[in-house]
């Protein structure tokens, strides 16, 4: 079945590492986003890219990094300068080149900072 | 920056009632959408609105797109117990062109309504 794949599901990591979060997708979709959610959030943009080798930051993209060497992947990485990283993070993918907003999303990944 | 009010933050329902929750803006948008998220999962979209004035169901759920372009609502008619969850709403206004053709715009999500089950 088609869809987005978000690995590890669940990550604890110890202040100052570095950690990757995972994102795959097989829906042929040119588009993919980094969201964080908090609780009692919203979803806040960290990261898109609308095609390969481009991305572009969101609203909140300090203290992470990311890559897009494939249309298929689009890893995220937590760096040890964000200073508040535990949080839900999603990832999500859509048809670009007439960007709608119908977003399709996966799992997610839970990251606690001990 | 652009912000999205969502209402209610919260709310109990008994099997069998409507449910009803709105977004506001300051902003006007061309794009409205709701999703809903189950607990420890991603959002799923439930209904896209591209027009203001329009009202679109999908099953028992049904949203319109504001005529001032800054609203929406969505109502659930009979509430089951797997209505449970958060809903999201979300706006988009496209604003730029990209370099390889397309256009994007930055979507703007609300806090969430969180539907819980009456006790």
């Known amino acids: 079945d088609g869809g987005i794949t978000q690995s590890p599901k669940y990550l604890f990591r110890k202040e100052g590492q570095n950690v990757t979060l995972s994102c795959e997708q097989n829906l042929n979709h040119d588009a993919m986003y980094w969201y964080r959610q908090d609780p009692g959030q919203g979803l806040r943009l960290i990261y898109y890219?609308?095609?390969?080798?481009?991305?572009q930051k969101g609203d909140i993209a300090e203290g992470y990094s990311v890559s897009r060497e494939k249309k298929e992947s689009f890893p995220l990485t937590v760096t040890s300068a964000q200073k508040n990283p535990t949080a839900f993070y999603l990832c999500?993918?859509?048809?670009?080149?007439?960007?709608?907003?119908?977003?399709?999303f996966g799992e997610g990944s839970r990251l606690t900072v001990l | 920056g652009q912000q999205l009010n969502q209402s209610p933050q919260s709310m109990f329902i008994q099997e069998g009632e409507d449910v009803s929750m709105n977004c506001t803006s300051s902003?006007?948008?061309?794009?409205w959408l709701w999703y809903k998220q189950d607990p420890g999962e991603g959002p799923v979209l439930l209904i896209a609105?591209?027009?203001?004035?329009e009202l679109t169901s999908n099953g028992r759920l049904t949203a319109q797109f504001g005529i001032t372009r800054k609203d929406s609502f969505l109502n659930i008619s009979a509430s089951i117990p797997s209505d449970v969850g958060i809903y999201f709403c979300a706006g988009q206004l496209t604003f730029s062109s990209l370099p390889y053709g397309g256009s994007q715009g930055n979507l703007i999500f609300g806090k969430g309504t969180k539907l819980s089950v009456k006790p």
């Open positions: 999500a993918s859509s048809t670009a080149l007439g960007y709608t907003g119908e977003l399709f």
């Open positions: 902003s006007i948008f061309n794009t």
């Open positions: 609105l591209y027009k203001a004035g």
């Open positions: 890219s609308q095609i390969v080798n481009d991305f």
